[in-house]
């Protein structure tokens, strides 16, 4: 198990490492000028123009701009605007020159906003959308079944951003079943933390807990099918036990392989989320961002993106292994 | 059909339709091992060698692991040999590239084991049988269809159910439709890998029969690879007995069965469960093995049965016994161990 | 279900009263359950073991499908006493495998209707709710299925579901329940069980797998073990130690035994009792002796000439012509009749409009059989026996 953990720490490190490059390739290599592009068309003069390139160093090697970028993330550096020496402390994900911070000040806050919302949406799918998709899976042809998943394609048939806005609409301002939504951290009040982010969750879990609750019913009408199912009911097991302990353990395997593709798309959901809701998550800060150009925290939201999504197919990954032994031991 | 019947000519005995010899297939895997991983090598089967003559049936027996289905895929070339030679006619086709090996596959035709996976499902019976027709160009455009009639009555099927789909026959049906599929390119040698073992009992005898037939009247020779010492003894006139990737014994069936020499065999004959027993015949003696064979990835040293061989002594550690002739045995039979000596009172009614 | 005194669910065993050799003192007189079962209504059920553990009669299961309604069994009656090893025998689609699934209960309540009785040690099982069920299910009955890679959890350790088997019917500590574990996997003969505890089945050879299951169904002592073709996915030399080691446990416990086979050569070797079902019937019940030895239903004879032995030399093989029929539409009279090659034998069409009882062969024995022929006997000494040497 211990060999397994760290055989997959390793691979996961390695794809951050590869996000970094990728990520520094894309902005500073790409044909577009980011010196340019901060500057932007009017009133860049050429001596604003040279200011800026010499500022975010990019008048210095591509190579020698990686090592430095790099550098920073683990030992801090120090950016130089108009004359003021700006520190910016490890881990260093550059300097936005357009509201003159460093980047990693601008995300600190955000970051958990953006986890907290993603990982609410992954408890909800994962225990609201499969214990729907069980429960019509051991009840499969009869009457609850087929209301449950008919109701769940109605459900995800409608695009999530019209749910997303109705919901949002009608059930917290026009008729206030359901809290506002709003971030407090949770060190400073779990409640309100809970209460704030709650609609959220739900607009951004209702429309995936109906995939899920299909896919997991798929998978747990074929696990209840297998022989050591009628093995557990041989042995004198309630069907309780045989359901939600033998069968649900199996059944899980093939969700949580798709949970673990899914997260790439839960984080574009919660771009959306946050928008709808004005949470100061990383997703309206990238937003913002890309309106304004500001390069250094477009590439750092992304960086810590590909972070956050590293680390949780990393869960997945080491979850997966607890579930099915055979994944460690082969 | 009648056009295609061979004459097994007597003086072609001599020489041999299909050899095999040394034949080897090991697969490479990876396994986890601390935080690198290790290269290993599944022995599937390592130097096994036979003659095939025309006509005749050799029957490969054994249990699972010994590789007796991977000495059929070989022959056939659905997979390539790591090492050794397959002599067709005198052809090496063991690393023949497959443009080359092309006119082969037709005369080296295999039926599976199970018949409901070795059809595709969304393709009629027709369609399934004129496929290699049309591939190997075996007939005029226009005519295939009388010769998939002609095949399906060969086999014992309905001709005009040559519209149906696979999921509309039975097991036995469609084990016969994958005999006319090979029937089809009228080839000289059938591998059939466990073709009757998915099969209800009275089923099985008729298939048997089947391929019995074919045997008689169109001369067609098979390499008949099962796990059932009945359905083999039934079917074939010389046989191989394979453990862990090695033939341990091999001779002609009355031999094998009624003289066998290698204690692998002796144990295997000795466990077939047999109607005889309740026969009024006295019970066979037991010899029952102890546990699993070993796994093919590092199989035991010198003698592979060793470790189950109640016979065993050192040098059946250090020296790999080869498949030679031995003392007591009749012409052709050959076994490969250091203390062979024939049982005979193995089988309770041996007539 | 009263009072049963219909021939059929008359055991074979009152043919074996003077066969049967005690043993360990132990007087093995074989009765007539319907016998012991009226007995056992006005007395407490007998200790020593001889009456009838199992009794099933008249039992019938139907499956409402799309097409109609199928009976995957029909009218089936047995019984298997204590020590004893009744095997079922018939090819896919006889209802073999469905009766056993019964008498466990295993099938799915809303789609299955069964009728007739089921009675373990007096107590009847039809009717019952899945609770009481449930109490009944791997404590006095334990099944063995046919494919221990399948029919094991593939993600849970061998030892976790052996325990889980005992507690379900013990309430122990897991410690208790481990120790007992270890025992019994020390009894089926698993080499170091300790080891083999904590391993998952996929660790475990084939052999092995089925010890295991062996193990995981005897945890708890059952009084009657159903093993569903219990070597059919083994080995040759691997099935000879599992058919052995089923043996051999049947002696130290004394269970009943029902064993559900397509190969007689497994029913050769470990039956007592035999009886052969097709197309959802019954058609021959009596003593292995009787039913190997001296078919008298052309089905099984068709059966043993349909057999590639080892040590028979019988050239040319005898299969029984066409296909078993479909359940939804079972040919009239005689199930077999279609393919029965004797069929023209029997004056009229009686074969083809009436179904036969199940009848006794000869006037005192408890063998029976389910034909209209009148001269079995000669015709099988005379054409069949000779055929399979």
């Given amino acids: ?330 | 059909m009648s056009d295609t019947v061979r004459t097994v000519d007597a003086g072609t005995a001599s020489s041999p339709l299909l050899s095999v010899r040394d034949l080897k297939m090991h697969f490479p895997i990876k396994e986890a091992a601390g935080l690198g991983r290790t290269r290993k090598v599944v022995q599937a089967v390592d130097g096994v060698s036979f003659d095939l003559r025309p006509g005749a049936s050799l029957g490969l027996v054994g249990e699972s692991g010994c590789g007796k289905s991977t000495t059929g895929r070989m022959i056939t070339r659905l997979l390539t040999p790591t090492s050794g030679q397959i002599l067709f006619k005198g052809t090496d086709i063991a690393r023949m590239k497959e443009k080359e090996l092309r006119p082969f596959r037709r005369e080296l035709q295999i039926v599976f084991q199970d018949p409901y996976s070795s059809l595709n499902p969304r393709q009629t019976v027709s369609n399934i049988i004129s496929t290699p027709l049309r591939v190997h160009n075996l007939v005029p455009r226009g005519q295939e269809l009388a010769r998939v009639q002609e095949l399906l009555e060969r086999v014992g099927l309905n001709p005009e159910h040559h519209n149906r789909y696979p999921n509309e026959f039975s097991g036995g049906q469609r084990q016969r439709i994958g005999i006319a599929r090979a029937l089809a390119v009228e080839p000289e040698v059938i591998i059939a890998d466990e073709p009757v073992s998915a099969l209800d009992v009275s089923i099985q005898a008729q298939v048997m029969n089947l391929l019995e037939d074919l045997r008689r009247d169109l001369g067609i020779a098979f390499v008949f690879i099962a796990h059932d010492l009945g359905v083999v003894r039934h079917f074939c006139d010389e046989v191989a007995v394979m453990y862990l990737g090695k033939i341990v014994e091999q001779g002609p069936r009355e031999q094998i069965y009624s003289a066998p020499q290698h204690p692998y065999t002796q144990a295997l004959l000795s466990a077939a469960p047999d109607l005889g027993t309740i026969r009024g015949v006295p019970p066979k003696e037991r010899i029952r093995l102890v546990g699993d064979v070993p796994s093919p990835i590092d199989p035991p040293s010198g003698c592979r049965f060793r470790t189950r061989c109640w016979k065993a002594e050192d040098i059946c550690a250090t020296q790999e016994p080869p498949l030679t002739p031995k003392s007591k045995s009749g012409p052709g039979h050959r076994a490969a161990c250091h203390f062979a000596e024939p049982k005979v009172d193995l089988t309770a009614a041996t007539a | 279900m009263t009072a049963p005194a219909n021939d059929a669910s008359k055991g074979p065993q009152d043919a074996m009263v003077d066969t049967v050799p005690s043993e360990g003192g132990v007087t093995r007189e074989q009765r007539n359950p319907a016998v012991a079962s009226r007995e056992r209504r006005t007395t407490a059920m007998s200790p020593s073991g001889e009456t009838p553990y199992l009794v099933v009669e008249d039992l019938t299961v139907q499956f409402p499908t799309a097409d109609g309604l199928v009976s995957a069994v029909n009218g089936l009656s047995y019984s298997v006493p204590l020590g004893r090893t009744l095997s079922i025998v018939g090819e896919s689609g006889s209802g073999k495998s469905v009766s056993s699934m019964a008498v466990m209960g295993l099938h799915d309540r809303k789609r299955t209707r069964i009728s007739g009785s089921i009675r373990l040690g007096g107590d009847e099982l039809v009717g019952l709710s899945e609770n009481e069920l449930m109490k009944v299910r791997g404590d006095a009955v334990a099944m063995v299925f046919q494919d221990p890679q399948s029919s094991l959890h593939p993600l849970y350790t061998v030892g976790n579901q052996i325990t889980e088997a005992y507690r379900v019917h013990h309430k122990v500590s897991k410690d208790v329940a481990k120790k007992r574990a270890l025992e019994m996997l020390d009894l089926v003969g698993i080499p170091n069980p300790i080891r083999r505890f904590k391993q998952y089945p996929h660790e475990f050879s084939g052999g092995m797998r089925q010890r295991a299951m062996i193990a995981m169904g005897l945890v708890n002592d059952p009084k009657l073990v159903i093993a569903d073709e219990p070597t059919t996915a083994l080995d040759v030399t691997v099935q000879a130690q599992i058919l052995d080691l089923l043996n051999n446990l049947q002696k130290e416990f004394g269970s009943a035994i029902v064993l559900i086979t397509h190969d007689l050569g497994v029913v050769a070797e470990m039956a007592d009792d035999v009886l052969v079902m097709y197309a959802g019937r019954c058609v021959e019940y009596g003593t292995a002796e009787d039913v190997l030895a001296r078919p008298r239903m052309p089905y099984t004879w068709g059966l043993l000439e349909s057999i590639p032995t080892v040590s028979a030399a019988n050239e040319r093989l005898r299969p029984i012509k066409g296909l078993p029929p479909s359940l939804l539409s079972l040919p009239g009279g005689c199930s077999f009749n279609p393919r029965c090659p004797y069929a023209d034998r029997v004056k009229g069409e009686r074969c083809t409009t009436d179904l036969p009882d199940l009848l006794r062969v000869d006037g005192a024995g408890a063998h029976t059989s389910r034909c209209h022929l009148h001269d079995k006997a000669s015709i099988y000494e005379a054409e069949v026996a000779p055929r399979l040497g």
Avoid at chain 1, 155 to 176: E, G, W
């Fill in chain 1, 1 to 330: 198990m211990l060999y397994f953990v760290a055989r997959r720490l390793f691979s996961a490190l390695s794809v951050v490492l590869a996000t970094l490059v990728v990520t520094f390739a894309l902005f500073f290599i790409a044909p577009t000028d980011p010196a340019a592009a901060i500057c932007g068309e009017r009133n860049c003069t050429q001596e604003r123009y040279n200011d800026i390139r010499e500022n975010l160093h990019l008048d210095r090697p591509k190579v020698q701009q990686f090592a430095e970028y790099t550098a920073g993330i683990f030992a801090g550096r120090t950016f130089e605007t108009s004359g003021v020496v700006q520190d910016c402390k490890a881990p260093c994900l550059g300097f936005s020159f357009k509201s003159n911070r460093p980047v990693t000040e601008m995300l600190a806050s955000r970051i958990p906003v953006t986890v907290s919302l993603v990982a609410g949406y992954s408890v909800l799918v994962l225990t609201i959308g499969v214990f729907v998709g069980s429960m019509a899976a051991k009840r499969r042809g009869t009457t609850a079944d087929r209301v449950l998943m008919s109701s769940t394609l109605v459900l995800s048939s409608i695009p999530y951003y019209i749910v997303a806005l109705m919901i949002s609409l009608y059930l917290t301002i026009l008729y206030p079943i359901l809290p506002r939504g709003g971030y407090t951290p949770l060190s400073e009040s779990p409640g309100k933390w809970f209460a704030g982010l709650l609609t959220p969750w739900l607009v951004l879990g209702i429309y995936s807990c109906t995939q899920y609750a299909r896919y997991s019913r798929g998978s747990m009408v074929e696990t209840l099918s297998e022989d050591y199912i009628r093995t557990a009911r041989a042995k004198g097991l309630s069907d309780r036990v045989v359901t939600y302990k033998h069968a649900l353990r199996s059944g899980l395997i093939p969700v949580v392989t798709i949970f673990g593709l899914d997260i790439a798309g839960s984080l574009g959901g919660a771009i959306f989320t946050e928008r709808i809701f004005d949470l100061p998550g990383l997703g309206n800060l990238v937003l913002s961002s890309l309106t304004t150009y500001d390069l250094p925290v477009i590439m750092g939201v992304v960086l810590v993106s590909s972070v956050i999504l590293v680390t949780m197919n990393f869960v997945v990954d080491v979850a997966y292994s607890v579930i099915d032994p055979r994944v460690r031991l082969s």
